[in-house]
């Protein structure tokens, strides 16, 4: 048994708790960037429980409101000019995994002036100013997790930054996602979900990621159930917002793997919300293990068998794209070309598992 073990985000969950907490954002900066999309965080309340937070505490703050869906480096990059212009000392993201994800990358630019959308891949360990994260969706983990996920439009893919910048801290209150419609919600519990699985069939999985996942399964038991029958009730929302975090503590240590890896192309080219586009792929990559005992774990969590769980993905997930073969074999040939994501396979694939499992996956 030997592990490193490392999650340094401080996590408040609760109802209320950036109120009854406010004293946090004093303890970090003076001055804030706000990062948010377009309306949602003004609709749910969170931006305005900040907003008070912040002039309760006589913290100055500027808003920057325009990170859209599967966030590129040129928004990120004209959010980091705002906060330069701003002497900015601190951001805070608020929302689903684009924002937050957005909020770490400008604080990585702002801290490194000399960093430019085009450069930033080339560059080495960078430090960040502080980010905290409010999440309004359950969600990507992203307020728990080192990575920010973003869109390269010269690379026409999304790849992570390839910085760490875990934010400092995490406030996670589930009546933000009271009124997160049915769809999204699905679409934001199956990307927690897989983070559960790829974190735990993993090849950097260990004993203290193994805990996460695991108890993240058992609450994956009672969600699914509701998400099913659609009873979106504030016990329900409390306990995929809990799984979606400890699924993001779980990839933390572990990272992801085949089906974050290969469902990129199916975001970038074929427009597939991020969840979905793991999704449509997680039961062929089940199916593709040679070796079943940690699912048959993973399973008996669950409560369920495959054909079970194919069944309820099969209910929830519903995706309809046109795609050829020509297009699969240029994505499975992509993918296999970057080492990153098949290392934390545990067992070994070629190009040709790759392009089975986008067939069966899509070609059905
Ligand atoms: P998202 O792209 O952040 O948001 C999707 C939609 O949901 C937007 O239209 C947003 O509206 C809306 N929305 C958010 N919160 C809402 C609420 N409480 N009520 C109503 N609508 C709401 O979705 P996401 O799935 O959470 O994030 C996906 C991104 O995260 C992808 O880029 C993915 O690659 C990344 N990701 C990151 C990690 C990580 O570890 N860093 C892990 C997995 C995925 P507005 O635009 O108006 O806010
Ligand atoms: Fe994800």
Redesign the pocket.
């Known amino acids: 048994m030997e592990f490193i073990y490392s999650m340094p985000t401080k996590v408040y969950f609760g109802k209320d708790v950036i109120l009854k907490n406010k004293e946090v954002f004093s303890s970090i900066g003076r001055k804030a960037l706000i990062v ?9 309340g ?1 931006y305005n429980d900040v907003v008070k937070a912040l002039s309760d505490s006589r913290i100055d703050y500027i808003l920057f ?1 325009e ?5 590129s480096l040129e928004t990120i990059e004209k959010g980091s000019i705002i906060g330069k212009d701003n002497n900015v000392d601190f951001v805070i993201g ?8 957005a909020s ?1 990358a400008i604080a990585v630019f702002i801290k490194n002036p000399e960093v430019k959308k085009d450069n930033i891949f080339s560059q080495k360990q960078l430090k960040s100013i502080p980010v905290i994260a409010i ?8 307020e ?8 390269s439009n010269k690379e026409k893919t ?1 790849k ?1 930054l390839g910085q760490s910048v875990f934010p400092v801290a995490a406030f996670l209150d589930s009546k ?6 049915y769809e ?1 919600t699905v ?2 519990a199956i ?1 927690a979900f897989t ?1 559960l699985v790829e974190g735990y069939l993993n090849t950097n999985s260990n004993y203290m990621s193994e805990i996460y996942g695991e108890k993240g399964f058992e609450l994956f038991k009672y969600c699914f159930k509701k998400l099913i029958n659609k009873e979106l009730d504030s016990n329900f929302r409390n306990k995929v917002m809990l799984a979606s975090t400890l699924a ?1 503590i779980q ?2 240590q572990t990272g ?1 793997s085949l089906p ?1 890896g290969m469902g ?1 192309p199916l ?1 970038y080219f074929k427009g597939l ?3 979905l586009a ?1 999704g449509v792929l997680t039961i062929e990559y089940l199916k593709s293990f040679k070796d079943k005992s940690k699912i048959n774990r993973m399973l008996n969590l669950l409560g369920m068998n495959l054909e079970e769980l194919e069944d309820i993905f099969n209910k929830l997930i519903n995706v309809n794209i046109e795609i050829t073969e020509e297009e699969i074999i240029n994505y499975s040939k992509s993918f296999v070309s970057n080492k990153s994501k098949l290392k934390n396979h545990t067992e070994k694939v070629e190009l040709e598992d790759i392009i089975q499992i986008y067939k069966k996956s899509l070609l059905k």
């Open positions: 948010t999309g377009r309306n949602s965080a003004k609709r749910n969170s409101d990170v859209e869906e599967n966030p608020i929302g689903g995994g684009s924002p937050m994800d770490k999440a309004t969706t359950s969600g990507t983990g992203s728990v997790t080192q990575y920010s996920i973003v869109t999304k992570n933000y996602t009271f009124d997160l419609p999204i679409n934001t990307d983070h993001g990839i933390a992801t974050h990129y975001t919300p991020h969840g793991n």
